[in-house]
């Protein structure tokens, strides 16, 4: 994420009853353990791959960043996602601070059943802060959580096609100014008028308190009655705020979901309060929330789910 200041595992993971606190699966995770969504080991394994040194911090313009988009363009043709765009990829390019950068977003789709002309806009971003001081930035949470979770998407739409044509955007150059978002919005590759919702994940899979934001609906009320319905639970607290209309710092220009909200195209972004590990080296794999991390990406396909079903 970015501008914030501005304003062994896996046992633990597929246990029922997981940390202290947490006594009972949710609603909502064991709709998901019924209907195989998506899998539990292939989210996690996901993040872990993509936030491994062998990614480099995922820098826009470097190997890593390289490496990072061939992966997921080969995860999204394993999951019968279709390219929007040649080969997957939306090249762009862009200077900043004097420095020259090449960027990529990596765009699918998959076709609506009934509003096929339709389209809500699933983001994340994949880039991070690369390697600085000798030190790599692995960005887990920031953002290969948000990536992991398009391709759990991706599973869910197997079994559940959606009612509306879904754009699956990896955006690119988040950190360095929301670039690869405003470009797709500028160059949209379908008529932006057809472009009705996006939701935006950035920072989904940790949170001490259980925590998950939704920010928009404030500015965009017709969002709210999909998130007020959702069933609470003591292992996730859906909340929203952090718009403008509290106390809280205003995200609502903290990442990618800006570029579509400033062209008027509604938005949810789902995401954490920052941690101790926010825009450090050790933002890695091994400090992220499992269970916490299974029940936001189910709570945000659940929150899909009723939109997809309303006229947007």
């Given at each position: 994420m970015n501008y914030r200041y501005i304003s062994s595992l896996f046992l633990v993971f597929f246990s029922l009853t997981s940390c202290k606190g947490q006594t009972e699966t949710p609603k909502v995770a064991v709709e998901v353990l019924e209907q195989n969504w998506f899998h539990a080991d292939s989210l996690l394994h996901h993040v872990q791959v993509l936030s491994s040194d062998a990614f480099e911090g995922r820098r826009t313009g470097t190997a890593g960043a390289e490496k990072a988009k061939t992966y997921i363009v080969n995860k999204f043709q394993d999951l019968q996602v279709v390219p929007l765009i040649e080969n997957f990829e939306q090249h762009f390019s862009f200077t900043r601070r004097s420095k020259a950068y090449k960027g990529t977003n990596v765009i699918g789709l998959i076709k609506g059943t009934?509003?096929?002309?339709?389209?809500?806009?699933?983001?994340?971003?994949y880039d991070h802060e690369g390697i600085k001081g000798g030190k790599i930035y692995n960005g887990a949470d920031d953002d290969a959580s948000g990536i992991s979770a398009l391709f759990a998407f991706a599973e869910y739409f197997q079994k559940n096609p959606p009612k509306h044509s879904v754009i699956l955007a990896a955006v690119d150059a988040e950190e360095l100014g929301l670039v690869g978002s405003k470009y797709f919005?500028?160059?949209?590759i379908i008529p932006l008028e057809s472009i009705k919702l996006n939701i935006n994940m950035d920072m989904i899979s940790r949170n001490n308190k259980n925590e998950l934001f939704a920010v928009g609906p404030y500015h965009y009320k017709q969002l709210e009655p999909a998130i007020k319905s959702i069933e609470p639970s003591e292992n996730i607290?859906?909340?929203?705020?952090?718009?403008?209309?509290?106390?809280?710092?205003?995200?609502?220009?903290?990442?990618?979901?800006?570029?579509?909200?400033?062209?008027k195209i509604p938005f949810i972004y789902f995401g954490v309060e920052d941690h101790k590990d926010y825009h450090k080296p050790t933002d890695d794999f091994e400090n992220i929330h499992p269970n916490f991390y299974q029940n936001a990406v189910t709570t945000i396909i659940t929150v899909f789910e009723k939109l997809d079903i309303t006229e947007l």
């Open positions: 009934e509003k096929p002309e339709e389209y809500i806009v699933l983001s994340a971003h919005v500028k160059n949209s607290k859906l909340r929203m705020g952090h718009d403008g209309s509290d106390t809280l710092d205003d995200w609502t220009s903290a990442s990618d979901h800006a570029s579509f909200h400033k062209v």
